[in-house]
């Protein structure tokens, strides 16, 4: 094994900036068959159709299988890969539908299917250990209860991972949602995914692999399985979804033109706000979705996609050729000054550090001085309780750091504020040497182990990746409050199926929230100190009660749910729901109570805190048809008759 100080002398341990010697070297190992840049139009990859579909789910079934395809233009080349094909098929799901997805494992190896970017129980993981041995298969279930974004699904065995998706096991995974269908942003054949990878050859054409502990970098830049291809578009406005597939290479994306690129999403969706940036870098797994206008562009005119710190002498610094060839009216208007915001997750309760080195001794690059080890667990997260996590990196190479089942948001970097470009959730991000770097995470809603690593996936190989035990949360005891009302309020929303991520203002129906997190929520929506037992339900005078009938209305509240069950679509009774009332306000039993005697008409906002919320309309007619609008004056009835208080006044 080469120490550190060797591989310092090769120049194979090193920022972007070092790596030219290096890559000189690869040139010189492997001169793969010439190419001519642009030659090859890019393809976009084949989307993926379920084999069946029922009311909640999509079922697929994929095989990953030997196969030649066409890279290099006249010679086929072997590759392992998703139903054969390089890149793999584009997932397509939606928010809160689920898929389910068959892996047949038509190879001589072993596989492991990770969907990087998905919030999965943890035998969906595609924990490194957890293989797909030849022959077999396994059934993979993504919920899709989260944002919509461009995951992307890939190998994952434990040391070869780095072989298995270089030798073709990467494929786009795309979830929407009605939020961002709500703005004006490109579709369809104007909304196009690009994987961006790096690869070197041997004259037949076969893919020549190094299982480096350093980088595996290639000579020829391939795009969605074509080596610089070119794109034939419109001189209109197209959203591009880039992911960098390679295993170590980084890119900093630009255009030839000297436009800015305009980024809308990042790893985790769309950002607050666009990001106008002449450049934008992308290390390995990180994602950026981009809209870029060809409209000034004259049509016969092109436009490059460059790599500015790739090597301009082996063609590193080209990417592809977008050729402006037809004029087309654009229905799509000015990128949306916001775009969707960041979910507030509340404030961390526990800060964890992390090292990213090489170790002399073992000749292996760990996190906090160890190697991965399957039999051990690093930290042990709570679920649902806010951390930092601080990764500073002490070795001399950048490391992508990715966790698994979290996205996470920036918080700094040396102090410093994040990029532009990654400002928005995350799940992957640059740790520069010598930097540190903090994000925001919270782990919700599956326990068990997943792990975290460097996506250099030579690294990720050899030996830089960890994992966490996320597990139960120590709640806070509400019983201890007074009159145990809070108590029971808490248990009956808890029990009311809300969405998760409802702190976060996000609805999700059918998901089920954790007692923790209701308590988080509550304690934010009553105003209530955090920790255990330190707010008094029944101490809090005026506004109180409105905000928990705010909270209560827009937890979606689930019929049922003041017998302590759970049964969506199924009707709540006008009993039934007084009855939640008294005990959640702690009213007397009976009525009529003196809500509209509450300082400062309460009782009007309160209503129309709960009508906004988008209850399910028909409530007031005992039915429950979530997502569904709900007027103010329907909410207005609804409660008056629950309660049995005096039609209020609508506004
Ligand atoms: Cu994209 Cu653990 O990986
Ligand atoms: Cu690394």
Redesign the pocket.
């Known amino acids: 094994m080469l120490t550190r100080r060797q591989l310092l002398q090769m120049g194979l341990v090193g920022g972007a900036a070092v790596l030219l010697p290096w890559e000189r070297a690869i040139v010189a190992l492997a001169q793969s068959p010439s190419t001519t840049p642009f030659a090859v139009d890019l393809p976009i990859p084949a989307v993926k159709s379920p084999t069946s579909t029922d009311d909640t789910t999509d079922y697929y079934e994929v095989v990953m299988q030997h196969a030649e395809v066409e890279i290099l233009p006249g010679v086929l080349t072997p590759v392992w890969a998703y139903d054969g094909l390089y890149p793999g098929p584009t997932i397509k799901a939606r928010r809160d539908r689920t898929v389910v997805v068959t892996q047949v494992n038509e190879l001589d190896v072993d596989a492991s299917v990770?969907n990087?970017g998905a919030h999965v129980r943890p035998e969906d993981d595609g924990h490194p250990v957890d293989l797909i041995p030849p022959g077999g298969q396994k059934v993979y279930t993504y919920p899709n209860l989260q944002r919509a974004a461009s995951l992307?699904y890939?190998d994952?065995v434990m040391h070869v991972t780095s072989r298995n998706v270089y030798m073709g096991l990467a494929a786009f995974y795309l979830i929407g949602d009605e939020v961002e269908d709500a703005l004006d942003l490109p579709t369809g054949e104007y909304d196009i995914p690009i994987v961006i990878q790096d690869r070197s050859f041997e004259e037949d054409g076969t893919l020549r692999f190094v299982d480096s502990i350093n980088s595996v970098l290639g000579n020829t830049i391939v795009v969605n399985g074509k080596p610089w291809p070119r794109l034939e578009v419109a001189n209109r406005k197209y959203r591009l979804r880039f992911l960098n597939g390679s295993n170590t290479r980084d890119y900093e994306l630009a255009l030839d033109s000297g436009d800015d690129l305009v980024q809308i999403g990042t790893d985790g969706g769309l950002m607050p706000e666009p990001n106008r940036a002449s450049s934008i870098m992308l290390s390995p797994?990180e994602r950026v979705e981009i809209v870029i206008d060809f409209a000034d562009v004259p049509v016969g005119d092109s436009v490059v996609l460059k790599n500015l710190i790739g090597n301009p002498n082996i063609g590193l610094d080209d990417i592809m050729r977008f050729d402006v060839v037809r004029s087309e009216d654009d229905p799509v208007g000015a990128v949306p000054p916001t775009l969707r915001p960041v979910p507030e997750r509340g404030p961390a309760r526990v800060t964890r550090d992390f090292d990213m080195d090489f170790s002399d001794e073992l000749g292996l690059w760990v996190i906090n001085g160890q190697p991965f080890d399957e039999d051990r667990i690093d930290v042990r997260p709570q679920l649902d309780v806010p951390e930092i996590w601080r990764v500073h990196n002490s070795a001399g190479a950048p490391h992508p750091f990715?966790i698994?089942q979290g996205m996470f948001q920036v918080v700094d970097r040396d102090g410093e504020p994040p990029l532009p470009a990654e400002i928005g959730m995350k799940d992957?991000v640059q740790v520069n040497p010598g930097e540190t770097v903090s994000f925001h995470t919270v782990l919700t809603r599956y326990t068990g182990v997943y792990?975290y690593?460097c996506?250099n996936l030579a690294h990720?190989d050899h030996d830089m990746m960890a994992q966490m035990e996320i597990v139960p949360a120590d709640i806070p005891e509400f019983s201890d409050i007074a009159g145990h009302t809070h108590e029971e309020a808490i248990l009956a929303v808890a029990t009311a199926g809300i969405t998760t991520g409802f702190p976060d203002g996000t609805f999700r129906p059918q998901d089920p929230v954790t007692r923790g997190q209701m308590a988080a929520f509550l304690q934010r929506a009553l105003e209530l100190p955090s920790g255990a037992g330190g707010g008094q339900f029944s101490d809090v005078g005026g506004h109180t009660h409105e905000e928990a009938i705010a909270a209560v209305a827009a937890a979606e509240i689930a019929a049922g749910f003041p017998d302590g069950t759970y049964r969506p679509q199924q009707p709540v009774s006008r009993d039934q729901m007084a009855s939640f009332l008294q005990r959640a306000l702690d009213l007397p039993p009976g009525g009529p109570h003196p809500f509209t005697d509450v300082a400062g008409n309460p009782h009007e906002p309160a209503i129309a805190a709960v009508a906004q919320e988008g209850i399910a309309s028909g409530f007031p007619d005992g039915t429950y048809r979530p997502r569904q609008q709900v007027t103010r004056g329907q909410m207005a009835a609804f409660l008056a008759r629950a309660l049995d208080m005096d039609t209020p006044t609508p506004a």
């Open positions: 990770h990087h992307w890939h994952h797994a990715h698994h992957t792990v690593h996506h990720e």
